[in-house]
């Protein structure tokens, strides 16, 4: 009996410490199993979100060409910019001029971007009359290229330009001599060439006159009209 009431205390003590042991045992395990089920619930809901991002993120098509490594239409998202479509098209040319390009553009579906050349900005018309809009330079050869600085021309300065188109099927030889890169004897032949095959049916007919070939063409051709 005395060594029953010796031990008696020791055991409850031991007990005592065990129940406790066992109690934050189960404690952390009902931690920890919290925990996963967080951990689990953020990765379900990062996976729906992430579902849900690429969703809605809509495709475009978009035609570029010019001064590019590789031109062609792109099924590209929609939330990239005109920059971002030179780089998925394998850069620039070595010739290009991008200085009439806003390359921070978002782009548009069907959006055409065009990318000029550094001869083909020198030489362009629009170059000589300089059209001011929100403090912006619209200089692309081309109004309609999508990717100019802005394409929001007026219509007194459009109906302007084509006011100085010159009609190469009823200018004197002193109005084609105002073209860009046509003299005296390139005047003449256009003259005899219509004389002799008669009106020239598109601009790109032009081609067909001695001496004026495709370079000359690309340069002049935004002077020309039929």
Do not use: H, W
Not at 40 to 51: A, G, M, P, R
């Amino acid at each position: 009996m005395k060594l029953i009431r010796k031990l008696k205390y020791p055991i409850t003590i031991i007990l005592f410490i065990l129940i406790i042991l066992y109690v934050i045992y189960i404690k952390n395990n009902l931690n920890n199993s919290k925990y996963e089920n967080i951990v689990i619930e953020n990765d379900i809901l990062k996976e729906e979100t992430d579902v849900k991002d690429e969703e809605d993120i809509i495709k475009y098509n978009v035609d570029i060409k010019g001064a590019i490594k590789n031109p062609g239409v792109y099924q590209v998202d929609s939330n990239l910019t005109v920059n971002d479509v030179i780089d998925i098209a394998g850069g620039l040319t070595k010739d290009a001029d991008t200085s009439v390009i806003n390359l921070a553009k978002k782009i548009t579906d069907e959006m055409v971007i065009i990318i000029y050349t550094k001869e083909e900005v020198k030489n362009s018309n629009i170059v000589d009359t300089v059209i001011k809009v929100v403090e912006k330079e619209c200089v692309c050869p081309n109004i309609q290229n999508d990717g100019c600085l802005n394409t929001e021309i007026k219509d007194n300065i459009t109906n302007s330009e084509n006011n100085n188109l010159v009609n190469i099927n009823t200018a004197t030889k002193e109005e084609l001599q105002t073209i860009k890169g046509i003299g005296e004897s390139k005047a003449d032949s256009i003259i005899k060439y219509r004389e002799q095959n008669g009106n020239f049916k598109t601009i790109e007919d032009i081609k067909n006159v001695e001496g004026i070939g495709d370079t000359l063409y690309e340069t002049i051709k935004i002077y020309l009209t039929t």
